[in-house]
């Protein structure tokens, strides 16, 4: 073939396409692999129009890697993040996706939200892939502190670190920062806004008191024993509260499958 290619050059004469077909088959093998390395995969970009404003979303073949709130400062470096990494094509399809996934959530069924695949690609380090994952273990209905978190995954000591984790992280709602508060049990800061944190909280069915802090009838629930408990149970004195989920009432407890305490019986 090599032979009757030189052929064709020497002559000046125009190549066969039957030649150049058998040429393309015989090459093909060995040039997708080294294709497939430096192609970039592809992601689907749009902007959803939400009940708690509009977000732009970007979803991979791999889950949904990034989520903004259009107004957040951060949203153009978050794009050119994605540009960075991703082959980007806009796609209606995922508004209507992710769009429709929030709305059920802002009417109480988190199910989409849980069930959906999440990239965690812009995520820096395994540090943070870790915070973050175990983040999305925290159930609807429930919040934990920066410091239950950090001890959650290991690294009690890490506070900070992960609250800078949780500052950064990409795609909020779907790995729900909302749910992290404060150790003295204000909801603290977000992304989105306290007042969007609050929906998010209170469409979970985690209601807050007055002064948005942890109500008084808030039960603790174990990660390991599944057990829940009344603030003031020896169980919970004993054990550090940062290592417990807290409720804001015993039936969310309950929905998220813990089990009541046998010591302080709660409600």
């Given at each position: 073939?090599?032979r009757k290619?030189?052929n064709?050059?020497?002559?000046?004469a125009d190549?066969?396409d039957?030649l150049?077909?058998?040429l393309?088959?015989?090459a093909?093998?060995?040039?997708?692999?080294a294709l497939?390395?430096?192609?970039?995969?592809?992601?689907?970009?749009a902007?959803i129009?939400?009940?708690?404003?509009?977000?732009?979303a970007?979803?991979?073949l791999?889950g949904l890697?990034a989520?903004r709130?259009?107004?957040?400062d951060?949203?153009?470096?978050?794009?050119?993040?994605?540009k960075?990494?991703?082959?980007?094509?806009?796609?209606?399809?995922?508004?209507?996706?992710i769009?429709?996934?929030?709305?059920?959530?802002?009417?109480g069924?988190t199910?989409?939200i849980?069930?959906r695949?999440?990239d965690?690609?812009?995520v820096?380090s395994d540090?943070?892939?870790?915070?973050?994952?175990?983040?999305?273990?925290?159930?609807a209905?429930?919040?934990?502190?920066?410091?239950?978190?950090?001890a959650?995954?290991?690294?009690?000591?890490?506070?900070?670190?992960?609250?800078n984790?949780?500052a950064?992280n990409?795609v909020?709602?779907?790995?729900?920062c909302?749910?992290?508060i404060?150790s003295?049990?204000?909801?603290?800061n977000?992304?989105?806004g306290?007042e969007?944190?609050?929906?998010?909280?209170?469409?979970?069915?985690?209601?807050v008191?007055?002064?948005r802090r942890?109500?008084?009838?808030?039960?603790?629930?174990?990660w390991?024993s599944?057990?829940?408990?009344r603030p003031?149970?020896?169980a919970?004195?004993?054990?550090e509260?940062?290592?417990?989920?807290?409720?804001?009432?015993?039936?969310?407890?309950?929905?998220c499958?813990m089990?009541a305490?046998?010591l302080?019986h709660p409600?």
């Amino acid at each position: 073939m090599e032979r009757k290619l030189e052929n064709y050059f020497e002559d000046g004469a125009d190549i066969p396409d039957e030649l150049i077909e058998q040429l393309l088959r015989k090459a093909r093998p060995r040039l997708a692999p080294a294709l497939d390395r430096i192609r970039r995969p592809l992601a689907r970009v749009a902007v959803i129009e939400s009940s708690i404003g509009r977000l732009l979303a970007a979803q991979s073949l791999r889950g949904l890697v990034a989520l903004r709130f259009m107004e957040s400062d951060d949203t153009a470096e978050m794009l050119t993040e994605v540009k960075q990494r991703f082959d980007v094509v806009e796609d209606d399809a995922v508004a209507a996706e992710i769009g429709g996934e929030i709305e059920r959530l802002m009417q109480g069924d988190t199910d989409p939200i849980s069930a959906r695949a999440v990239d965690l690609s812009l995520v820096e380090s395994d540090f943070q892939r870790r915070a973050l994952a175990r983040l999305r273990r925290v159930p609807a209905g429930s919040v934990i502190s920066y410091q239950g978190l950090a001890a959650a995954i290991g690294m009690p000591s890490a506070q900070r670190a992960v609250g800078n984790t949780v500052a950064s992280n990409p795609v909020p709602i779907y790995v729900p920062c909302h749910r992290v508060i404060r150790s003295d049990g204000s909801l603290g800061n977000y992304g989105g806004g306290p007042e969007r944190k609050l929906k998010l909280l209170r469409a979970e069915g985690f209601g807050v008191d007055l002064q948005r802090r942890v109500p008084p009838d808030a039960v603790y629930g174990h990660w390991a024993s599944r057990i829940f408990c009344r603030p003031t149970c020896s169980a919970v004195r004993r054990t550090e509260r940062r290592r417990w989920l807290i409720f804001a009432n015993p039936e969310r407890a309950r929905q998220c499958g813990m089990r009541a305490c046998k010591l302080c019986h709660p409600a």
